[in-house]
């Protein structure tokens, strides 16, 4: 894939995490259950111990979380799925079902979770690309989006436009928490199936 990419880290997080998440759910369903919050995360629970076990490549294999994960302690993709998606299913899936619930259509209501995410998640993408400071301005961005009512609020759409005219003008781009929406959508979708 990097070479396909020139070298760009482009969706490595969200392909490995959807792929342990569709892996969950076909286990659990294997099993005969259907896929919930907890029967995800139970079938998530299986592979934790080899998580924990992989080593973090180093030097030039390293991909960009892994370095983020040495220099600034964020635990990335791969410590989402050691602790079992703690950032899905604890904040990102609980916003956006409670915004479906008050009525916001489907954009507003990922976008709802996606600002949660914004807020709360050391994204290693932001990291990499603009150290802690940019992490800091984009998470009190987000907070104060969802401070000032999130999408529920007149004005939403220009909060969230400055949020991201400061992130171009920062050149950062929160990807990590791109792809932790993914998960959550996701979730949704396998806990709202037949």
Same mark, same amino acid.
């Given at each position: 894939?990097?070479?396909?990419?020139?070298?760009?880290?482009?969706?490595?997080?969200?392909?490995?995490?959807?792929?342990?998440?569709?892996?969950?759910?076909?286990?659990?369903?294997?099993?005969?259950?259907?896929?919930?919050?907890?029967?995800?995360?139970?079938?998530?629970?299986?592979?934790?111990?080899?998580?924990?076990?992989?080593?973090?490549?180093?030097?030039?294999?390293?991909?960009?979380?892994?370095?983020?994960?040495?220099?600034?302690?964020?635990?990335?993709?791969?410590?989402?799925?050691?602790?079992?998606?703690?950032?899905?299913?604890?904040?990102?899936?609980? $916003?956006?079902?409670?915004?479906? #619930?008050? !009525?916001?259509?489907? +954009? @507003?209501?990922? %976008? *709802?979770?996606?600002?949660?995410? &914004?807020?709360?998640?050391?994204?290693?993408?932001?990291?990499?690309?603009?150290?802690?400071?940019?992490?800091?301005?984009?998470?009190?961005?987000?907070?104060?989006?969802? $401070?000032?009512?999130?999408?529920? #609020?007149? !004005?939403?759409?220009? +909060? @969230?436009?400055? %949020? *991201?005219?400061?992130?171009?003008? &920062?050149?950062?781009?929160?990807?990590?928490?791109?792809?932790?929406?993914?998960?959550?959508?996701?979730?949704?979708?396998?806990?709202?199936?037949?």
């Amino acid at each position: 894939m990097l070479a396909a990419t020139d070298g760009v880290n482009t969706h490595r997080g969200a392909i490995f995490s959807l792929g342990l998440l569709a892996a969950a759910a076909g286990h659990a369903c294997g099993d005969g259950h259907h896929a919930t919050a907890s029967t995800l995360r139970q079938a998530l629970g299986i592979w934790r111990r080899d998580l924990c076990a992989a080593a973090f490549p180093v030097g030039t294999d390293a991909s960009h979380g892994s370095w983020v994960a040495q220099a600034y302690g964020a635990s990335g993709a791969r410590g989402e799925a050691k602790d079992g998606f703690p950032s899905v299913f604890e904040c990102a899936l609980p $916003a956006l079902q409670d915004a479906i #619930a008050r !009525g916001a259509d489907t +954009r @507003a209501a990922r %976008l *709802h979770a996606l600002f949660v995410l &914004l807020a709360c998640v050391d994204d290693t993408n932001v990291l990499y690309r603009g150290g802690r400071e940019a992490l800091t301005i984009l998470q009190h961005g987000a907070a104060e989006v969802l $401070a000032a009512g999130s999408v529920f #609020a007149p !004005g939403w759409s220009r +909060r @969230a436009n400055a %949020l *991201h005219r400061r992130c171009c003008a &920062l050149r950062i781009s929160p990807g990590g928490c791109a792809d932790l929406l993914c998960a959550t959508l996701f979730v949704h979708e396998v806990q709202s199936g037949p």
